[in-house]
């Protein structure tokens, strides 16, 4: 199957990567020229802009930062629906606002185009090995059309979740979970370190009850070590949170929480930090206390 992949930032490269290793034919745009360039190297045909990549095939992924970005792919001047056939299916994986997907997915329906949102989970290290977590919103007749061949080539598990949007509610859900636990891990150790214990045992201790997770598999490593090298940036993690709590705004839905957590990755970023991975809220931590998390902190 030829597809088209459009988006080829830290998530959509091994995603791509993957497609290919399936055995699909892509044709692969990006407005990074070293991205595209590495996926040609793969064995992906290049291309100019989104329109080219729709005019090619039947089955279009889009993989891009955020709403305006998607927007602008899709419905932009040389974008998607310029080039499209009627009776494609335009598979989003970005994870963008739920209104946006819906707004985005009535102009696709003009073209005679089949849109389904689908955000993903798992961040790059899940991207690479091909077992992310996708969660989809559309006709669900298109999303079993696309879950097999497609979708389950990137990820462990495709659940659909209900009509378009669906997808990016449930991604919302997600990104609010991960984040209140990324801060309340970093807030554990914290204290764990200001009353003289060591956090890497705590950790150790810990991980296997009930507090264990994967957030705290996969982040509390990063914070011993001091190592924010991104797998999922701080501020791809405040755009999610923005669009979660617009979206909570609008529904009547209380997130207190999660504007607590807002807050802290804005102090993050004014400080400098925005491009860290989002375990670097352990210096949020830091800045408060004085003391670090790391191994080996400065004061010891």
């Given at each position: ?79 998607v ?8 299916v ?23 185009v ?34 097999d ?77 001091g ?58 931590y ?15």
């Amino acid at each position: 199957m030829k597809i088209g992949f459009i988006g080829l930032g830290i998530m959509g490269k091994p995603m791509a990567m993957n497609l290919i290793k399936a055995g699909h034919s892509l044709i692969a745009y990006d407005i990074v020229r070293e991205n595209i360039e590495y996926i040609a190297s793969a064995g992906a045909e290049p291309a100019d802009c989104s329109k080219t990549v729709a005019e090619n095939c039947m089955t279009i992924i889009t993989m891009l930062p955020n709403s305006p970005h998607v927007k602008e792919a899709v419905c932009g001047v040389n974008g998607v629906l310029d080039g499209v056939k009627p009776g494609a299916v335009l598979i989003d994986m970005s994870s963008i606002a739920p209104l946006a997907s819906k707004e985005i997915a009535k102009e696709c329906a003009k073209k005679g185009v089949s849109m389904i949102d689908a955000p993903v989970s798992g961040g790059e290290p899940k991207a690479i090995d091909g077992t992310l977590s996708i969660m989809a919103g559309g006709d669900k007749a298109v999303f079993e059309s696309v879950k097999d061949e497609i979708l389950l080539k990137m990820g462990a598990s495709a659940v659909h979740c209900g009509e378009i949007g669906s997808g990016n509610t449930t991604k919302l859900a997600n990104q609010v979970i991960v984040a209140l636990n990324i801060a309340a891990i970093a807030e554990a150790f914290t204290l764990a370190r200001k009353a003289g214990v060591d956090p890497e045992l705590v950790f150790e201790a810990i991980k296997g009850g009930l507090a264990g997770s994967n957030a705290m598999g996969a982040k509390a490593p990063m914070m011993l070590e001091g190592n924010y090298k991104p797998g999922f940036r701080i501020n791809l993690h405040i755009k999610d949170l923005a669009n979660a709590l617009d979206t909570a705004h609008s529904v009547g839905s209380p997130l207190p929480l999660t504007a607590s957590v807002m807050e802290m990755m804005q102090t993050i970023r004014s400080d400098g930090f925005e491009q860290d991975d989002h375990s670097a809220l352990a210096r949020f931590y830091e800045k408060l206390s004085g003391t670090g998390i790391m191994r080996r902190c400065d004061n010891e």
